[in-house]
């Protein structure tokens, strides 16, 4: 048998390694499964230091932006100076915490105004590791009953939705990602259309006739159709509007601030909800024909 | 054992060894920073470190089976923190071939100088865009644009960044 020289060894392992992801690939193509396996393992590997890394980053990070904005206001001489920066920063770290104390009582508003949809509260601990998609990851799983499919929400508007969970942590698809998307609708016009993402900041939507009057600034909020979402939360505003072949060219700001999230709101459902629209809200009517019935609970 | 010499022919580039975890620590730390730095600044979304430490290891050690593993691994890793719509393997065969080539050009070139990492780093970002878009478009069938500004900007800016990384990353080395 002829030994193979170094350089073909390294290539036939080249060869081998790439066929055998080929592989891997059009595995989770054909049977839809996305190797749930190994990544349990490198989430649950990876999420203690984002969760550790996410509340330290946030502490120095809203104490240093503070250090800094007050800086300039200094004009004393060096030894005050040198106090005044001692109290300042001292000053800034409770800055920081009065800043997340707002934010989380944002947050808490909004759960109490909208007793009637049952959600949860979850902290921001890591980002997609890669620009191929737009996802976030949060603090909480499986074992706080966040299920695939669920909404998440800001108190500003609609963020994504939970595409994978797992027992400590959960993954949100951003609204923003190529593959998300929203049932919305005009909030003037009351004209109806899918909203989604491109991997860019403004999202689009879709299906609006040339006919239809979109002006820019309107408001665009959610429609209910997709059965994740009710009805009326924001999406964003119209950003611009441009005639196509059959469909208007409609480009959305989103409302909530997709590239600086720190706290969201899961939606606890997997039912179509109306929110506190009408004077009564037990007459709220589902916004879907034969929603009223509760589309099975996916558990894995 | 040394495959690096073997190939290279020419023994007076020297094959870095670093001290021990090094490899592995570096690769875990630059995950863990992807992954959790564009919380709180959106714009570091633009770099890549899992591919800059594959360029940087694979430029170093100068063996391609060690550089095409170890780009498979951080790829993988990648695809796994990188939600369910990104599948396995999508940055694992392009980390692959870009850990293949970097450590296959270390090999030949003496990649010590700012000015070779820049531009190496510069052209291996615009290859790895280049392999995520062809297995998405070819295996994936999804479409994908080619080519645009912000592959540049994207480009230039990891390239910029590698310079600093590597030195840093030099003192992992021993000496």
């Known amino acids: 048998m002829v030994a193979l020289p170094s350089r073909h060894k390294s290539l036939v392992l080249l060869a081998g390694v790439i066929v055998l992801q080929v592989l891997m690939l059009a595995v989770q193509i054909k049977r839809d499964s996305q190797g749930r396996l190994i990544r349990v393992w490198t989430v649950g590997a990876v999420s203690p230091f984002e969760r550790a890394g996410a509340s330290t980053f946030g502490s120095v990070r809203d104490a240093w932006r503070h250090y800094f904005a007050l800086q300039n206001t200094t004009k004393d001489n060096e030894q005050l100076r040198r106090e005044n920066d001692t109290l300042k920063l001292q000053l800034s770290q409770l800055q920081g915490k009065a800043a997340e104390a707002d934010r989380l009582a944002a947050v808490l508003n909004f759960r109490q105004s909208h007793a009637e949809v049952p959600m949860i509260a979850a902290r921001v601990i890591g980002v997609s590791a890669g620009t191929a998609s737009m996802t976030i990851q949060l603090d909480r799983g499986e074992r706080d009953g966040i299920r695939k499919d669920m909404g998440v929400i800001t108190p500003d508007g609609v963020v994504g939705k939970v595409v994978e969970t797992y027992r400590n942590e959960a993954q949100v698809l951003l609204l923003t990602d190529k593959d998300g998307g929203v049932g919305a609708m005009l909030a003037v016009s009351r004209i109806h259309g899918p909203v989604g993402g491109q991997g860019e900041p403004l999202l689009v939507m879709k299906y609006v006739a040339n006919d239809d009057e979109v002006s820019p600034g309107e408001r665009v909020i959610t429609s209910g159709m997709d059965r994740i979402f009710p009805r009326d939360i924001p999406v964003g505003t119209v950003a611009d509007v441009k005639p196509g072949n059959t469909f208007k060219q409609i480009r959305i700001k989103p409302a909530a601030n997709l590239e600086r999230l720190e706290e969201v709101l899961v939606l606890k459902t997997l039912r179509p909800l109306e929110t506190k629209t009408e004077e009564n809200p037990a007459d709220a009517k589902p916004s879907v024909p034969g929603a009223a019935t509760p589309p099975p609970v996916v558990r894995r | ?175």
Not at chain 2, 106 to 135: K, N, S, Y
Not at chain 2, 143 to 157: K, S, T
């Open chain 2, 1 to 175: 054992m040394n495959d690096a010499f073997d190939i290279r022919g020419e023994s007076h580039i020297e094959v870095h060894k670093f001290r021990a975890g090094a490899i592995i620590i570096a690769t875990l730390l630059a995950l863990l920073i992807q992954s959790s730095f564009p919380i709180h600044f959106a714009k570091a979304a633009v770099l890549d470190l899992p591919l800059l430490v594959t360029i940087y290891f694979g430029l170093s050690r100068r063996n391609p089976s060690t550089g095409l593993l170890l780009g498979m691994f951080i790829g993988l890793l990648q695809d796994s923190l990188s939600g369910p719509t990104v599948p396995l393997g999508l940055y694992g065969i392009a980390k692959t071939i870009i850990g293949y080539l970097a450590s296959s050009i270390g090999a030949r070139l003496d990649t010590e100088h700012p000015a070779a990492r820049f531009a190496l780093t510069f052209a291996f970002f615009i290859t790895h865009q280049g392999l995520i878009v062809i297995t998405r478009r070819m295996l994936l069938a999804q479409p994908e644009p080619w080519f645009n500004m912000h592959l540049i900007v994207a480009a230039l800016v990891n390239a910029l960044v590698a310079v600093f990384l590597f030195l840093l990353l030099d003192r992992l080395r021993k000496n």
